[in-house]
């Protein structure tokens, strides 16, 4: 189960490389983890590909993630969603994300 903290909207290039990244606190994660996940949308608004980076450990203070990939060629647009996910009952914690970019890389 996933409950959103956020997630953005942009119009991308596809066969284009990208760097999502952003900087995350775990304050506290029990049977939870922090994900930044990216999905790729084609013209017909259906998901061709999506890929994520989690933290499922408290951290002690801010920490980078990062994902870098190709966008796929025939992607007109991608969701990045920033996520609270509980992997079993009663699962939950608190986290902070800033700095989240996305940005086309050479």
Known sequence: ???CAGVQELEVEGGRPFKLSGEFYAE???NA???MQIVFLDENN???FEDKVSQDQPTAGFIP?????I?????IKARVFI???TRADNGGGAFYA?????????
Do not use: C, R
């Open 65 to 69: 993630l990062e994902k870098v990939g």
């Open 28 to 30: 506290q994660l029990q």
């Open 1 to 3: 189960m996933a409950d």
């Open 71 to 75: 966008i796929p060629a025939e992607a």
């Open 46 to 48: 259906q998901n061709i």
């Open 33 to 35: 983890a922090m994900e």
């Open 98 to 106: 800033d700095n989240i970019h996305f940005t086309y890389s050479n």
């Open 83 to 85: 996520w609270l996910l």
